[in-house]
C-alpha cells in the first residue's frame, strides 16, 4: 500500500491540474502561500485538517476521497463528491443484474426492496436509473397532496 502522504500528494495535483488551477490561484482559494501549495504536492508535507477541509470543498470531492483514494488502484480520476462508479455488470438472459456490493451497502438495497427503473432517450444523458420505490411514491404522494390543497383553494 503506498503511503499516504503519496496519496494526498498526487490527488492534490491531480486534482489542481483537472481543474486547470494554478498553484497560485489555489493558494489564494485556500488561503496559504503558493510554497505551502507546492509543499503539499511534492509530498514534503501534507496539509492540516482545515487546509484538507477547504481543498475537499475547492475541488468538490470529500475529505476522504482527498487524502484516501488511490487513482492508480481505481483505475479512475477521483470522482466529485457523492459520485460513484461501482464498476460494470452483465445483463442476464432474461435481463438481469446483479448490483455490485458495495452499491447495495453505500445505498443500504436489500434482498426484495422496490426499484423502479427510470430511462432517459436524450442523446446527450441517455441512460437507465434505478431510484428506491419508497422514494418514487413519497414524491408522488407530496405531489398529489400539493394538487389537491390547491384544488381546495380555487
Same mark, same amino acid.
Not at 475529505?63 to 442476464?92: A, N, R, W
Not at 432517450?121 to 414524491?139: C, F, H, Q, Y
Given at each position: 500500500?503506498?503511503?499516504?502522504?503519496?496519496?494526498?500528494?498526487?490527488?492534490?495535483?491531480?486534482?489542481?491540474?483537472?481543474?486547470?488551477?494554478?498553484?497560485?490561484?489555489?493558494?489564494?482559494?485556500?488561503?496559504?502561500?503558493?510554497?505551502?501549495?507546492?509543499?503539499?504536492?511534492?509530498?514534503?508535507? @501534507?496539509?492540516?485538517?482545515?487546509?484538507?477541509?477547504?481543498? &475537499?470543498?475547492?475541488?468538490? /470531492?470529500?475529505? #476522504? *476521497?482527498?487524502?484516501?483514494?488511490?487513482?492508480?488502484?481505481?483505475?479512475?480520476?477521483?470522482?466529485?463528491?457523492?459520485?460513484?462508479?461501482?464498476?460494470?455488470?452483465?445483463?442476464?438472459?432474461?435481463?438481469?443484474?446483479?448490483?455490485?456490493?458495495?452499491?447495495?451497502?453505500?445505498?443500504?438495497?436489500?434482498?426484495?426492496?422496490?426499484? @423502479?427503473?427510470?430511462?432517459?432517450?436524450?442523446?446527450?444523458? &441517455?441512460?437507465?436509473?434505478? /431510484?428506491?420505490? #419508497? *422514494?418514487?411514491?413519497?414524491?408522488?404522494?407530496?405531489?398529489?397532496?400539493?394538487?389537491?390543497?390547491?384544488?381546495?383553494?380555487?
Amino acid at each position: 500500500m503506498k503511503k499516504q502522504s503519496n496519496l494526498i500528494s498526487q490527488n492534490l495535483a491531480a486534482l489542481r491540474q483537472y481543474h486547470k488551477y494554478s498553484q497560485e490561484e489555489v493558494a489564494e482559494k485556500v488561503g496559504v502561500t503558493r510554497q505551502a501549495v507546492a509543499k503539499w504536492e511534492s509530498g514534503e508535507t @501534507v496539509p492540516d485538517i482545515l487546509n484538507c477541509d477547504a481543498l &475537499a470543498e475547492l475541488y468538490d /470531492v470529500s475529505v #476522504d *476521497t482527498l487524502i484516501h483514494y488511490d487513482q492508480e488502484e481505481e483505475h479512475m480520476p477521483i470522482p466529485p463528491k457523492g459520485k460513484h462508479l461501482f464498476g460494470t455488470v452483465k445483463i442476464g438472459d432474461r435481463g438481469q443484474i446483479v448490483l455490485p456490493k458495495k452499491a447495495r451497502d453505500l445505498f443500504h438495497i436489500k434482498q426484495g426492496d422496490l426499484l @423502479v427503473v427510470l430511462g432517459d432517450e436524450n442523446p446527450e444523458s &441517455a441512460g437507465i436509473a434505478l /431510484v428506491p420505490g #419508497d *422514494t418514487i411514491l413519497r414524491n408522488i404522494t407530496f405531489l398529489r397532496d400539493m394538487l389537491n390543497s390547491e384544488k381546495e383553494e380555487i
